[in-house]
């Protein structure tokens, strides 16, 4: 029997396979295609520490407040972020210069320091900036642009190598790494679960859903029903040819969903979770409306940005929950099943969602200072 099987080979799975292979447990982790393949090597490679504005402004203020320690798992998944290139010994383009959020009038810039007023109760550094300060810190903006709020713990990293970094690393301490493996059913077999597979059957003593936008579908083998808890929608995100080093921070604008950075090759990658089509086949596939809607807000923000060509956009699934909550930890009512899903920013969340799941997979306290009773669904 394995002691602990992961389903799924995202930044989740993988963070959490190496995690538990470095404590010494034995883990198998199963992947139905290629490791990194859906939305953890497809996404913008941000690392937000922040509450979403736009979010902010369509829940408002009191789910702000109750999103809150999201942010804790936030800034300590970037600390880890920040060490793991030594623990894995390769480059996985870790920056943290900075987010910037950015108003456009006086009314997107109240709102900001409402969120700014929530964020800092929670421990996040974040400094309000004037049309002078802006100016000031990122010349390359519009001159349109009033002020904004600065936050020095973002940053980004390179989502084309992280999670099969961390999977290379799982395997040289011990674990094993099973591609093209997909778990077609699920049973209780004394304490612990019993798999069906396209390539055999195998026993767990404990069992961990890192399945992403189709967590859903790995519970639902156990009868549970989270369908209404967990979603999955379509979005896109751009990429341009690389240029000079132009775009000092990760960018955010008030105005509308925008997410902007440079990468380490220059390259400019344009989101901000703008959706994109399912195709006939319930493939994703990439929304010119958005595209162009996207475009115009990133060159509203930074005019320069007008003389790059756009080289690819392209769509993937990302996973979500209604109040953009993580599930971390193990379903009550399921003894040995643990969730491991953090939505809309689990490219972010990922080496502390590893973490925290290899922590309590083993009956340990959590060992980041992570209030996990606010990851269980309500
Ligand atoms: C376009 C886009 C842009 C994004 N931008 C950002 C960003 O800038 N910053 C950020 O923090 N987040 C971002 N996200 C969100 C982030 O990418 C996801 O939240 C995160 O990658 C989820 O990771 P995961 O490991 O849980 O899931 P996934 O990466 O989806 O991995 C789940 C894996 O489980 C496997 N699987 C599923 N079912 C089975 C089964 N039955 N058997 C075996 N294997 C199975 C799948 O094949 C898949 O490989 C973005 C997402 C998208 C789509």
Redesign the pocket.
Known sequence: MTDVVV?????????TAYFLAADGVGVTL???????????????????AQIPHDTFEQLGPDWARGFAPTLRL?LESIALWREAEGWLQTSLEVAVPGGLLVAADDRQLRSIEAKAEIERAAGLEVELLDRAGLRALAPYLSDRMVGGAYCPQEG?AN?LLA?SAFARAAEALGAKIVRG????AISREGDGFRLR?NTGTLQARRLVN??????D??AA?LGLSLDLTLQR?????SVTEPAEPLLGHLLYYARAPL?MKQSAAGTV?I?G?WP?RLDRAGR?SVDPESLAANLGFAMELVPRLGSLNVVRT???????TEDWRPWLGEVPGVPGFFM???????????PA?GRLIADVVQDHAPSLPVDMSAFVPA
């Not at 929608?233 to 995100?237: A, F, G, H, L, N």
């Open positions: 389903v799924g080979g995202g930044i989740a799975g993988c963070a199963l992947e139905r295609g290629e490791l990194n393949a859906l939305a953890s090597g497809s996404n913008a490679g941000s690392l937000h936030f980004k989502p999670a493996c997909r778990v077609k597979m890192a399945a992403g936008a189709d967590a579908a790995v083998m929608y379509p979005i896109q995100v997410t990658l989101g979770g994109a994703p392209w769509a993937a699934i990302v996973n979500g491991c899903y953090v939505p809309w920013m689990g490219f972010t969340a990922g969602a």
